[in-house]
């Protein structure tokens, strides 16, 4: 399974979620069943690393995304990958709105994705304090407990 996860600037959320989804993998011994990436929809940051608070954020949990590099959505990306997990429905709108002729990715909200209800949303905490920064964190490290009890229960759908 081959999933890109996407926010706006693929400084925050979107990098936290592949660092998390990429942990919660190695961990339960399913990192090779699945490739991982992240995105933004827009290009204000490529190349950059993730935001110093989010790389912080995620290393106080064990998490380490030093060596992730910001990039923006790519055309590729739409016949690339399986799935691209938006964090916000905006996101999801955007990529939505970019799908070029011939796409097979199909789309949908990261959380709602991972079974944690219909529309929900992961907030973007780039404006916030840490407590933003660590409700980001809470949720996706829930979305990606759960895509790994998932992946682990081989017969559970795991393609909707």
């Given at each position: ?19 998390v989804l990429r942990q919660r993998l190695h961990d339960a011994g399913l990192d090779h069943r699945v490739e991982l990436d992240s995105a ?121």
């Open positions: 399974m081959r999933l890109l996860v996407v926010c706006l600037g693929n400084i925050c959320r979107s990098p936290l979620a592949e660092g933004g929809t827009g290009n204000w940051h490529v190349g950059e690393p993730p935001d110093p608070r989010t790389v912080a954020n995620a290393a106080r949990h064990g998490v380490d995304l030093t060596l992730l590099r910001a990039r923006q959505l790519h055309a590729s990306d739409y016949r690339r990958f399986d799935w691209l997990l938006c964090a916000d429905r905006s996101n999801l709108s955007d990529v939505r709105a970019r799908a070029p002729a011939g796409a097979t990715a199909r789309s949908a909200l990261l959380l709602e994705w991972a079974g944690m209800g219909q529309g929900a949303e992961i907030p973007d905490p780039y404006t916030g304090g840490p407590e933003a920064f660590e409700r980001v964190w809470t949720l996706v490290d829930r979305a990606a407990r759960a895509v790994v009890a998932r992946l682990a229960d081989r017969t559970a759908p795991i393609d909707a």
